[in-house]
């Protein structure tokens, strides 16, 4: 876990590779910033050194000139290339090392997310490890996970587009009717953080909160096994509308 210069202005980030977003949003920011002061002082100092004086027109240009298209062609590039190339170069490096690079260790957890119009539906394999199942540990609005584990979802939403938003592991994610979207994270200290949706699908969509809780790995294996049991309680098999999970997607 890294920690930027301006993380006080943000939720702390608990997460493995949070450190990657911060890293592009705060170098953006940053850069925006320097070329803000820059521009302003050159049109402050400008229209300060070309005024009109007694005995001294003011000076007009439109920049139509061959030097003037010179520097602006330069500074366009030079903005292009130590801004938008470096952002191209530092986010490739996340999209091969994190964004497709699944866990495929035997301890990763496996969550099937499907959000509807205003919840959160969480699943579990259970003990068959089988997707879909009458073992399946289903739960709304709370998602738990071990600290130091990777957990990979798949997420489907029932109705409309939902955005799995969960802002202290710095990780927006779509869910979208009719196909599975993935994405993966891991935590690196407990604690109990939200889960909210990003994406505008409804007038309730404010309301749309869920809880992410990260327990060490006694706690979670001590939970899950008290919900298998009670998933095999709960249980109906009159009720089809419960099996609402799908074949897992790696
Ligand atoms: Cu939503």
């Not at 499907?114 to 919840?119: F, H």
């Not at 587009?161 to 009717?177: E, M």
Request: net charge neutral.
């Amino acid at each position: 876990m890294h920690q930027w210069p301006f993380s006080w202005l943000t939720t702390v980030d608990v997460s493995r590779d949070g450190y990657r977003a911060e890293a592009l949003f705060w170098y953006t920011t940053l850069m925006c910033v320097i070329a803000f002061a820059l521009v302003t002082f050159a049109l402050v100092y400008s229209s300060w050194k070309y005024r009109a004086r007694p005995g001294v027109k003011a000076l007009y240009t439109h920049g139509t000139d061959r030097k003037s298209f010179a520097v602006t062609g330069i500074l366009a590039a030079l903005v292009f290339v130590t801004i938008d190339m470096n952002l191209v170069r530092v986010s490739q490096a996340d999209v091969k090392e994190y964004t497709y690079n699944w866990p495929v260790s035997p301890d990763t957890v496996k969550i099937e997310v499907m959000p509807q119009q205003w919840a959160w539906n969480i699943r579990y394999a259970g003990p068959d490890g089988i997707f879909n199942t009458a073992d399946d540990v289903v739960t709304l609005n709370e998602m738990r996970v071990p600290v130091g584990r990777p957990v990979m979802l798949n997420l489907k939403a029932k109705d409309v587009i939902h955005s799995f938003y969960i802002p202290n592991f710095r990780l927006k994610h779509d869910a979208n009717p009719g196909y599975v979207t993935r994405t993966w994270f891991q935590a690196v200290q407990p604690g109990n953080f939200e889960i909210a949706c990003s994406q505008m699908c409804g007038w309730a969509h404010y309301q749309m909160k869920g809880d992410l809780i990260v327990q060490p790995e006694a706690d979670f294996k001590r939970w899950m096994t008290e919900a298998e049991g009670d998933a095999k309680r709960r249980f109906d098999p009159a009720d089809k509308e419960q099996l609402w999970g799908w074949e897992w997607v790696q």
